[in-house]
């Protein structure tokens, strides 16, 4: 089936009042432009209204990116950041919304950089700035910024995102630990709650999959214990008489 009939039958979706997402239409052009075959791994389930996992870290579903793009509410003009970009799907939404060089993404995971630089080209947003970077010190060179999106879960807002705010900008993450609320953050204080989410913990630098593990402790505490279960291989042999045996 032709992608651009799919991508109307998802927003249209979004837009039922049985789930009734989207309701702007801004948000809702950009959604039907935006190819999600890119970003996902299998392209016969791209526009399906889930989420998925790709290369540790999860592609949103419609609904779920949808919810984002109403609360951040982005005007034609704004600049953009996106903090853990993943793979890259909703700053090119972002991208659509504003346009491509007024939208920067950062990721912490060197891997996920690379592959969000990728997709992006490949849906036709290769002016997207895609870096590496720890998500709580967003990225000072390119600041302030009309609008950001934290895509990770934080107990209170990082101080640097919202220092990186223009004036009468607004920050929208999940805010919570265990249970978390999708919130607006203007002038450092929270303005609007658009109910429960359910996102992964914002990673600090060293916490990547791709990395190397910051706690020493616990990274030698597993290598002891691998070359211990090594000594022991073949300790149950010793007490064998091998010579009297038949």
């Given at each position: 089936?032709?992608?651009?009939?799919?991508?109307d039958?998802?927003?249209?979706?979004?837009?039922?009042?049985a789930?009734a997402?989207?309701?702007?239409?801004r948000?809702?052009?950009?959604?039907?432009s935006?190819?999600?075959?890119p970003?996902v791994e299998?392209?016969?389930?791209?526009?399906?209204?889930?989420?998925?996992e790709?290369?540790g870290?999860?592609?949103?579903?419609?609904?779920?990116?949808?919810?984002?793009?109403?609360?951040?509410?982005?005007q034609?003009?704004?600049?953009?950041?996106?903090?853990?970009?993943?793979?890259?799907?909703?700053?090119?939404?972002?991208?659509e919304?504003?346009?491509e060089?007024?939208?920067?993404?950062?990721?912490?995971?060197?891997?996920l950089?690379?592959?969000?630089?990728?997709?992006?080209?490949?849906?036709?947003?290769?002016g997207?700035?895609?870096?590496?970077?720890?998500?709580?010190?967003?990225?000072?060179?390119?600041a302030?910024?009309?609008?950001?999106?934290?895509?990770?879960?934080?107990?209170?807002?990082?101080r640097?995102?919202?220092?990186?705010?223009?004036?009468e900008?607004?920050?929208?993450?999940?805010?919570?630990?265990?249970?978390?609320?999708?919130?607006?953050?203007?002038?450092?204080e929270?303005?609007?709650?658009?109910?429960?989410?359910?996102?992964?913990p914002?990673?600090?630098e060293?916490?990547q999959?791709?990395?190397i593990?910051?706690?020493r402790?616990r990274?030698?505490?597993?290598?002891?214990?691998?070359?211990?279960?090594?000594?022991?291989?073949?300790?149950?042999?010793?007490?064998?008489d091998?010579?009297?045996?038949?």
């Amino acid at each position: 089936m032709d992608p651009a009939v799919l991508r109307d039958d998802m927003v249209d979706s979004l837009e039922h009042e049985a789930k009734a997402v989207v309701s702007s239409e801004r948000i809702s052009a950009a959604m039907r432009s935006v190819p999600r075959e890119p970003f996902v791994e299998d392209e016969s389930v791209a526009y399906a209204d889930r989420s998925f996992e790709r290369l540790g870290t999860r592609v949103l579903s419609p609904s779920a990116a949808g919810r984002l793009f109403e609360a951040l509410a982005p005007q034609p003009d704004d600049t953009v950041l996106v903090v853990g970009s993943g793979v890259g799907y909703t700053a090119a939404v972002l991208a659509e919304l504003t346009d491509e060089a007024n939208v920067h993404a950062i990721d912490i995971t060197r891997r996920l950089v690379y592959e969000a630089r990728s997709n992006l080209a490949s849906a036709g947003y290769p002016g997207v700035l895609v870096d590496r970077r720890d998500g709580a010190r967003g990225l000072a060179e390119y600041a302030p910024y009309d609008r950001i999106l934290l895509e990770a879960a934080a107990i209170e807002p990082p101080r640097a995102l919202v220092e990186q705010l223009a004036p009468e900008g607004r920050l929208v993450m999940p805010l919570g630990s265990g249970g978390q609320e999708l919130v607006a953050i203007e002038d450092g204080e929270r303005v609007t709650e658009y109910g429960t989410v359910a996102f992964h913990p914002m990673l600090v630098e060293g916490e990547q999959a791709d990395t190397i593990e910051r706690n020493r402790t616990r990274r030698e505490d597993r290598e002891h214990a691998r070359r211990a279960a090594e000594r022991r291989k073949g300790w149950e042999q010793s007490w064998i008489d091998w010579d009297g045996r038949a």
